[in-house]
């Protein structure tokens, strides 16, 4: 069953630019309201003004925050809570590569979607005065295999696999009416591919990976993706979105 998006509040973090940006205007093309959060003030604010445009003033804002600062974090839920609406769908989307930086790199990927995860459950959970809702955790297909020069990554991204199918199996859930959902990309078209070559020295390697893959993901393409699963994907939904499209994970979904 597909549900309707329209009028409902969405977060989305890190999403200024990239894949974000695709998942916050798919979900605006849906009728949802959409609340950017990102640490780029001038990215951020670029990317509001062009939604905005297209969607209406009150349909997109957008909070300069960084995600790994635990107050402003909780600072710019509870105020988006208190001036914008009640909230129904969590994005954690922001992630960086660096295995130069690797502890930032995992503050953002992994500790900072498990306190957006958390801090949404709390505003979302019915038993607290919610309406219940999705969060959709953005992974890799580096959180479902291995990858050369990449070990910090890869266990960020395992890690939002492995807590994400986690809090689904939360024996809450059903009374919070929350679906915790991961979706894992392959190569897609951002700013992100030049961060791993750099990272990884893996230039030719990479690009090989990209041709032996069928080519490189357009934004689009992963929130098209990403849209199928927030609209009709059960609790515990684990996907892959590849150029053969999006392909659930164990049998568990349609
Ligand atoms: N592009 C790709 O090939 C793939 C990307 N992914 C994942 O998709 C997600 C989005 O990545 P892309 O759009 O590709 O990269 P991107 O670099 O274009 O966008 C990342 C966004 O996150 C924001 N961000 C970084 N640190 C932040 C912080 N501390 N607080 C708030 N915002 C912050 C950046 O300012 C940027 O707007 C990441 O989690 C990434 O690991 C997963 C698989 C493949
Ligand atoms: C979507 C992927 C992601 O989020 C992160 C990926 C991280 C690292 C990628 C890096 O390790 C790439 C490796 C690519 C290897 C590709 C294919 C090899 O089989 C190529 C062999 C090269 C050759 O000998 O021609």
Redesign the pocket.
Known sequence: MEISLSGKLAVV??????????FATSLLEKGAKVVI????KE??EETLKKLQEQFGKDNVYFYR?????RKQFEDTMATIDKDVGRLSVMV??????NEQDWE?MI???LV??IRGTKLATDLMKKDNGGDGGVVLN??????LGWYMNSEV?CA??FG?VGFTKSMALNSDTLKWDIRYLCM??????????G??KESTGLHKEVDTGIEKAGG??S?QE?ADGFMKMILTSDNGGLAVISKMGLTYKQDEQK
């Open positions: 973090t890190g999403g200024s630019r990239g894949l974000g940006r695709g959060l990102d640490i780029g990215e951020g925050c960084d995600v790994t600062d954690n989307n922001a992630g960086i590569f930032k503050s953002i990927n900072a979607m953005i992974s890799s297909i580096a959180g990554y960020s991204k939002v894992c990309p392959a190569f897609a078209d951002t700013a992100l591919i961060a791993i490189i993901l934004v992963v």
